[in-house]
């Protein structure tokens, strides 16, 4: 299956952690390689090696990243008579579409604007290329595929650390609950969808705010909940947590490692 990957907003949030303010957030690394060969690795691992990267601010970032990518950066070789001999690979068997689609366009404009590119396939992947896991892809595309649905996502429980209060009329409080601890799921980033989503994806529009919401009320989304590993990449020190994980071998979403 395609992977579209969005890879062109300007992610404010990681601003101070980048030189010169330019580089998107996928680009940010993660031990030698950047967010987006991460995510990109996962969904190779399980076979999906067609990529359509949305790419808007930054977009020279990675369009150099991938002209100039050498495999001996992450993989062992041997050289011999001044030849590298490369003793594993990862990307030469990837076929990757790096489409410009614009500077400030929303995440689902991005995704009409490379429609043209998925063909005739009627089920593809989408992912906001800045979030890793170790979820079943597998299982999450076979459960799409027996649905009768136009979309899926990946819902998993809250991760941030604020506390629900819940408080009287008077004032006093009854209760104080971690968020992460109440009945509630959040979307994950990983999508399966059906060529359908873009009749219910107006110009400019939200994937998920407009097309899944539409696609919602009429019955056609189903959720795959996730309770395992899952962290986002949205902030200078989340982007920290990620690499100091790297470095000391604590890496469950490299599936491709086991």
Sequence with gaps: MKVVLFCGGRGTRMRSDLPGGTMPKPMQLVGP????????????HFGHKEFI???????????????????????????????VELLSTDISDWRIS??????????????????PFLGDDEMFLANYADVLTDAPLPDIIARFAAA????????????????????????????ITPVAELPLWVNGGFFVLRQEVFEHLPRD?????????ELAKRGRVIAYPHRGY???????NQRLELDSAWARGDRPWALWER
Excluded at 98 to 115: F, H, K, M, N, S
Aim: aromatic residues 8%; hydrophobic residues 40%.
């Design 33 to 44: 390689r950047p967010l987006v060969w991460h995510v990109m690795r996962y969904y190779a």
């Design 53 to 83: 990267l949305c790419l808007g601010h930054g977009a020279q970032h990675i369009k150099d990243f991938f002209l100039t990518y050498q495999e001996t950066g992450s993989n062992d070789f041997v050289l011999r008579d001044g030849q």
């Design 98 to 115: 790096l489409i410009d689609t614009g500077l400030d366009a929303t995440i689902g404009e991005r995704l009409r604007r490379v429609r």
């Design 148 to 175: 009768d649905a136009g979309a899926s996502m990946m819902v998993v429980p809250p991760t941030n650390t604020f506390h629900v209060v819940d408080v009287g009329e008077s004032g006093q409080v009854g209760a």
């Design 205 to 213: 529009g939200d994937l998920v705010a407009d097309a899944c919401a």
């Design 230 to 236: 899952w962290r986002p990449s949205d902030t200078v």
